[in-house]
């Protein structure tokens, strides 16, 4: 072979390397599949301004991710993430934590922690109940939008309760503090936290206390709205969810991880 013809060979096949490189610099990367969620500030279950987003969307961050997804969390005043994530062409994929519930448009994931929802009180004036017919001698503070317990609900919607509702549990935790309310409605952990980590509660954290012989132990849940294209994910998130909280019992390093893996245990 000739040196001209060598020359050619070697000119061609750097040429086609060349291309053949340029095509594979310019491959399109696959898009990233985001899911977008809608929450609350409800420390410390979900926060934007908590390590991790809060114990629960840590967990529910994980499995997505496990999936293959990223996630995005908006946090709204409750009463709009249920509204953007309800109807026909909803904004959400789903809102959390959520409470059980029957509702047309929504299906509930696994449980994805607990809630143990009682009545805050004032150590100076504690409640004398044995049943909750007894609170309607009470003055109560609700959140609005909100869910209560069954029979607070029950007894709301019946008008035997003498109720005042505040934006948030801070609001109401305040009026108890200074004993314009003589209970509220509130999680435990919400309340624990509040009066931990709020400046204006911490003065109150000796005078309020957890009524542990009125609450109810309710789960947490994603809930997803059938309408939405993603909606069909639900599947997969239960099974990693259950494969997850298996593993917890197993292994001795996940329960050490910021997870909320449906410990029902209240802290007295």
């Known amino acids: 072979m000739s040196n001209n013809a060598v020359l050619t060979l070697s000119l061609v096949w750097l040429i086609l390397s060349s291309v053949t490189t340029a095509k594979a610099a310019v491959l399109p990367q696959p898009e990233p599949r985001i899911i977008y969620l809608a ?41 709009r993430a249920v509204k953007q994530t309800t ?52 003055r109560l503070g609700v959140v609005q939008d909100y869910v209560n317990t069954i029979a607070i609900d029950q007894m709301i919607r019946d008008r035997r309760l003498n109720v005042e509702t505040s934006l948030t549990d801070k609001q109401n935790l305040l009026r108890l503090a200074y004993q314009r309310l003589d209970a509220a409605v509130i999680d435990y952990d919400v309340m624990q936290h509040l009066l ?49 909280a298996l593993q917890s019992l197993s292994s001795a390093e996940l329960p050490k991880q910021p997870l909320d893996l449906c410990q029902p245990g209240l802290k007295h």
């Open 39 to 79: 929450s609350l500030e409800w420390p410390p279950f979900t926060g934007q301004e908590l390590p991790h987003l809060g114990r629960t969307a840590v967990l529910v961050e994980r499995i997505f991710n496990q999936m293959g997804y990223q996630v995005v969390i908006d946090f709204l005043p409750w009463s």
């Open 87 to 138: 109807g026909r062409d909803p904004q959400y994929l789903a809102y959390f934590p959520e409470y059980p519930l029957q509702h047309d448009e929504l299906k509930l994931s696994g449980c994805i922690g607990y809630s143990h929802v009682g009545l805050a009180e004032h150590s100076a004036a504690p409640l004398q109940i044995s049943s909750s017919a007894d609170l309607q001698h009470y």
């Open 196 to 244: 931990s980590t709020e400046d204006e509660l911490k003065p109150f954290k000796k005078l309020l206390q957890f009524n542990i012989a009125e609450y109810e132990l309710k789960t947490l849940h994603m809930a997803v709205n059938i309408h939405h294209p993603d909606a069909s994910l639900l599947v997969e998130f239960d099974r990693h969810l259950s494969q997850l």
